[in-house]
């Protein structure tokens, strides 16, 4: 097996889980680390051993011999990213949400497809092990034609990434985007879709709550809920849980990653195992794991050239949904898919 040498550009706060997660993917090498602060590329790079450091990614595109770059940067920085590493010819693969807009977005992924390279979103919540299992249970249950999707939780994130406080646009695009890949994962393309939002904590700018209804082409209702703002004994945080109604039964992936099929008859529960490994910090576990799945899957495609379930034109369709629900929420009414936002 070749060794994959790949690059990363960002080493704040999320940085050391993908080195981390790349260390469990054989035949990966990070070889290179850049950061607009050299003090912390030099900082991460000393805690990794890697040798090489750069504060300037053209630099490390055009020096470094890589195979793809890793991107981990706010999303204002992406598209400037990403457009580097295809003038570079360098495969990407960029974390979530993409682009600040769907025209920025649209830019990235015509830019990798004119270069011919391989583009991925860092979309990693469909890859944890709940969510595939709760994907596979939906095959007991005949056709499905309701679907819960949430997260709900009183946990502040912008503790660990202040700037979330100051952006006008908060959990919808911080954790929505997240969750309203999982209703396409489950459930396949919505049509339409109705959002409300709320900001219930006044340190904030943008909104810790959201509630969206979503149609799904195949006929399917689905709700899709986020929270920052609701307190509870027992926190599920960062757990994302579901209830899904079908022709024959239900299946309901709870808290603690149980899992409970209803056919009607009968009832079974099951849990959805998490691999953990000696880096892993909970409640983070299936997070790290679904960092370790899909990293596994872009070095898979990389050696074989396959188009990544979460490719940058997958993506868009995520996007979309983002900022449809803005859309909805600002001029209360329905937003369709397709139309101008």
Same mark, same amino acid.
């Given at each position: 097996?070749?060794?994959?040498?790949?690059?990363?550009?960002?080493?704040?706060?999320?940085?050391?889980?993908?080195?981390?997660?790349? +260390?469990? @993917?054989?035949?990966?090498?990070?070889?290179?680390?850049?950061?607009?602060?050299?003090?912390?590329?030099?900082?991460?790079?000393?805690?990794?051993?890697?040798?090489?450091? *750069?504060?300037?990614? #053209?630099?490390?595109?055009?020096?470094?011999?890589?195979?793809? @770059?890793?991107?981990?940067?706010?999303?204002?920085?992406?598209?400037?990213? @990403? %457009?580097?590493?295809?003038?570079?010819?360098?495969?990407?693969?960029?974390?979530?949400?993409?682009?600040?807009?769907?025209?920025?977005?649209?830019?990235?992924?015509?830019?990798?497809?004119?270069?011919?390279?391989?583009?991925?979103?860092? #979309?990693?919540?469909?890859?944890?092990?709940?969510?595939?299992?709760?994907?596979?249970?939906?095959?007991?249950?005949?056709?499905?034609?309701?679907?819960?999707?949430?997260?709900?939780?009183?946990? =502040?994130?912008? $503790?660990?990434?202040?700037?979330?406080?100051?952006?006008?646009?908060?959990? !919808? *695009?911080?954790?929505? $985007?997240?969750?309203? =890949?999982?209703?396409?994962?489950?459930?396949?393309?919505? $049509?339409?879709?109705?959002?409300?939002?709320?900001?219930?904590?006044?340190?904030?700018?943008?909104?810790?709550?959201?509630?969206?209804?979503?149609?799904?082409?195949?006929? $399917?209702?689905?709700?899709?809920?986020?929270?920052?703002?609701?307190?509870?004994?027992?926190?599920?945080?960062?757990?994302?849980?579901?209830? !899904? %109604?079908?022709?024959?039964?239900?299946?309901?992936? *709870?808290?603690?990653?149980?899992?409970?099929? =209803?056919?009607?008859?009968?009832?079974?529960?099951?849990?959805?195992?998490?691999?953990?490994?000696?880096?892993?910090?909970?409640?983070?576990?299936? !997070?790290?794991?679904?960092?370790?799945?899909?990293? +596994?899957?872009?070095?898979?495609?990389?050696?074989?050239?396959?188009?990544?379930?979460?490719?940058?034109? =997958?993506?868009?369709?995520?996007?979309?949904? @983002?900022?449809?629900?803005?859309?909805?929420?600002?001029?209360?009414?329905?937003?369709?898919?397709?139309?101008?936002?």
């Amino acid at each position: 097996m070749a060794l994959l040498r790949g690059g990363l550009i960002g080493c704040g706060f999320f940085a050391q889980n993908h080195i981390n997660g790349w +260390r469990e @993917v054989e035949g990966v090498d990070i070889a290179a680390v850049c950061d607009s602060s050299a003090e912390r590329a030099h900082a991460l790079a000393a805690k990794f051993h890697i040798a090489q450091t *750069y504060s300037n990614a #053209e630099r490390m595109l055009r020096e470094a011999k890589l195979d793809f @770059v890793d991107i981990i940067t706010q999303p204002a920085s992406h598209r400037n990213l @990403v %457009e580097l590493a295809a003038a570079y010819n360098t495969p990407v693969i960029c974390q979530k949400p993409l682009a600040p807009s769907l025209e920025d977005a649209r830019a990235m992924v015509a830019a990798c497809e004119s270069a011919g390279i391989l583009f991925m979103v860092h #979309e990693n919540f469909r890859w944890q092990k709940p969510l595939r299992a709760l994907k596979q249970a939906m095959n007991e249950i005949g056709e499905p034609f309701f679907g819960r999707v949430l997260f709900r939780s009183g946990y =502040d994130p912008s $503790v660990n990434q202040p700037y979330l406080a100051e952006d006008p646009r908060f959990i !919808i *695009y911080d954790v929505g $985007v997240h969750i309203l =890949d999982v209703v396409r994962y489950l459930f396949g393309e919505a $049509v339409q879709l109705t959002c409300q939002t709320q900001r219930v904590n006044p340190l904030i700018k943008g909104e810790d709550v959201a509630t969206v209804l979503l149609k799904i082409e195949t006929g $399917v209702t689905c709700v899709a809920e986020m929270s920052y703002a609701s307190k509870t004994t027992f926190d599920p945080f960062p757990q994302t849980l579901a209830h !899904i %109604e079908g022709s024959k039964g239900r299946v309901t992936l *709870y808290q603690n990653y149980r899992i409970e099929i =209803d056919n009607g008859e009968t009832v079974r529960g099951f849990g959805a195992e998490i691999p953990l490994y000696n880096w892993t910090t909970p409640p983070f576990e299936a !997070i790290q794991n679904s960092v370790v799945e899909i990293q +596994r899957h872009w070095a898979d495609c990389l050696r074989s050239g396959a188009e990544p379930e979460t490719s940058g034109a =997958d993506n868009l369709k995520t996007l979309e949904l @983002v900022f449809g629900c803005y859309a909805s929420a600002e001029r209360n009414e329905i937003y369709k898919m397709g139309q101008a936002l």
